[in-house]
């Protein structure tokens, strides 16, 4: 059974296929990269792939249970870091990971212990009176983070967890997710830093065109070079700028 299991995905967007017939699966216990161009459809892709957007075609299965079909039973499994995430800008976080938890239906004593203990880790324990309207765009990820771990999912889904977060508060998340995977999760996560993707995943898809053009380990993605440079090879991107702009000499 794979993680999670994408077939025949489509979407389209002003009239311009944004996601094209994209299938991928994701094996159980993986660290899973998922790379791609600007406007490639990774973040459309992964939100159909999590029931926040509905495909135009095309099922996502989480461990067998069909998105779409069973919502409710297939999103207990996956915790979500969405592209862009909006939260209640006038609670604190304390008071979202309560919130959210509730919500799902959590035990409230449940609800305050992990709270506390995610807060603590992810170092926000000590921003307990800051409203989220005040937290910095490194804070808010971090606590999206937390959120999506709230209520112990099977598979993460994340889309840029470590942009605008500093050194030291990436260093505990690599910690978190490694800690994750180790007990039996799985993760997938999107990225355009080629260095953590290589450090952190043991399998990578590249996303072209709205579609997989390439899948497998990293080593078979790299071919016997640099991730970076299969990636260049795969989307047929090109190095613009290399002449020109002769007024920027000094």
């Known amino acids: 059974m794979d993680a999670l299991e994408l077939d025949g995905l489509c979407k ?30 990774k973040t459309t892709s992964l939100s159909m792939a999590v029931g926040l957007l509905r495909p135009d075609a095309g099922t996502a299965r989480i461990f067998d249970v069909d998105v779409w079909a069973a919502p409710q039973q297939a999103k207990a499994l996956v915790g979500v870091l969405p592209d862009g995430l909006a939260m209640p800008e006038r609670l604190t976080g304390r ?23 995610l807060l603590e880790v992810l170092e926000l324990d000590g ?8 937290y910095s765009t490194g804070m808010r ?23 605008a977060v500093d050194p030291v508060s990436a260093a505990t998340i690599r910690t978190i997710l490694g800690r994750f995977i180790a007990g039996g999760g799985s993760v997938v996560m999107s990225s355009h830093v080629m260095a953590l993707v290589e450090q952190l995943c043991d399998r990578v898809a590249v996303v072209a065109g709205g579609q997989v053009v390439a899948a497998g380990t990293v080593s078979e993605v790299q071919a016997g070079g640099t991730l970076e440079d299969a990636f260049v090879a795969l989307v047929g991107a090109s190095t613009r700028g290399a002449e020109g702009l002769a007024w920027l000499s000094v």
């Open 12 to 41: 389209s967007d002003g009239g311009r296929a944004a996601v094209d017939h994209l299938s991928l699966r994701v094996p159980r216990g993986s660290f899973f990269g998922v790379l791609g161009p600007n406007g490639a459809g």
């Open 141 to 163: 990820k971090k606590l999206g983070l937390a959120v999506a771990l709230l209520h112990a999912p099977r598979l993460l889904v994340l889309d840029e967890p470590f942009e």
């Open 127 to 134: 921003e307990d009176r800051k409203q989220v309207i005040g």
């Open 95 to 117: 008071e979202v990971l309560t919130y959210i938890g509730l919500l799902r239906g959590m035990p409230v004593a449940e609800v305050t212990a992990r709270a506390a203990e």
